[in-house]
Nanobody, 121 residues
Framework: QVQLVESGGGLAQAGGSLRLSCVPS????????MGWFRQASGKEREWVAG????????YYAPSVWGRFTISRDDAKPTVFLQMNSLKPEDTAVYFC??????????????WGLGTQVTVSS
């Protein structure tokens, strides 16, 4: 069973940047597609980005297109979410998940506990 641990969240100003990291414990995730989700207070969990198991294909929600970049380094192994041009509406708990790159949360088989991102205006 893979456990995921996210890090890199915190407080940023609008227009600023943060980079989130996701590291597995237990077995590695190098053969799995991976994704990032977020959940703002009082809202449903929202898919943000996905990456194929070799990293050759990436997918993004329209709300983050051109601002966020998902990547992976399977040698470490780590999955990253580089977040640029942050907006207050990006404020949420961000979750890393494995087993899929799709938008549907039920397609993922393991999750992290999340890291808080807060963007001030």
């Amino acid at each position: 069973q893979v456990q995921l641990v996210e890090s890199g969240g915190g407080l940023a100003q609008a227009g600023g940047s943060l980079r989130l990291s996701c590291v597995p414990s237990g077995r590695t995730f190098e053969s799995d597609a991976m994704g990032w989700f977020r959940q703002a207070s009082g809202k449903e969990r929202e898919w943000v980005a996905g990456i194929s198991w070799r990293g050759g294909t990436t997918y993004y929600a329209p709300s983050v297109w051109g601002r966020f970049t998902i990547s992976r380094d399977d040698a470490k192994p780590t999955v990253f979410l580089q977040m640029n041009s942050l907006k207050p509406e990006d404020t949420a708990v961000y979750f890393c998940a494995g087993g899929s790159a799709a938008e549907e949360p039920r397609s993922y088989t393991y999750w992290g506990l999340g890291t808080q991102v807060t963007v001030s205006s």
